[in-house]
């Protein structure tokens, strides 16, 4: 799954399945795109991998996780698809991804929003779940990240976390 095409600020159009806001895509995709990537990863024997983003902002909310979508837009590959989905929260699916390389990639947006300007005004703490590691089915898996999100969240923020086994 691409990401949707940005423009020169890295922020995509409005267009149908895309959030206004982010140019990430629209929340009710994140699970049909998580059940397509688990179900593929199943048939070639892969990984794939969900991060839970939330953004904390100091003033500015949307346009801190306006940021955030940028950075994710320009750091995460091409293949991989990040989703709004929430006021704050943020999630991506990353396919032929492990756990080593979703945290990795995690930590490497979180190093790329302190580069970019206003970045340093928010933080971003993460919830990592992977195939099949932590789960073997999309729902579960979205509910694993989620919930490691929700723990690093209860125990300090701008932090990664990842899911236990399931």
Do not use: K, N
């Not at 795109?33 to 839970?52: E, F, G, T, Y």
């Not at 949307?62 to 006021?87: C, M, Q, W």
């Not at 080593?100 to 206003?118: D, F, H, I, K, Q």
């Amino acid at each position: 799954m691409v990401s949707p095409p940005a423009d020169e600020t890295g922020v995509s159009g409005t267009t149908d399945g895309i959030d206004p806001g982010t140019g990430l895509y629209a929340g009710e995709h994140y699970l049909v795109v998580a059940r397509q990537q688990v179900a593929s990863a199943r048939r070639s024997l892969q990984p794939v991998s969900i991060i839970c983003f939330e953004v904390e902002a100091d003033g500015g909310g949307s346009e801190s996780v306006a940021t955030v979508a940028t950075v994710l837009l320009r750091t995460l590959r091409e293949s991989d698809a990040s989703f709004r989905i929430g006021d704050r929260r943020i999630a991506a699916v990353l396919e032929d991804t492990g756990e080593e390389g979703a945290v990795w990639a995690a930590r490497r947006v979180r190093s790329a929003l302190l580069a970019t300007p206003g970045g340093s005004r928010c933080t971003v703490s993460a919830g990592i779940a992977c195939y099949p590691e932590h789960a073997l089915d999309a729902v579960e898996l979205v509910t694993r990240a989620e919930a490691a999100l929700e723990s690093t969240l209860a125990t300090g923020r701008d932090r990664v976390e990842i899911a236990t086994p399931g």
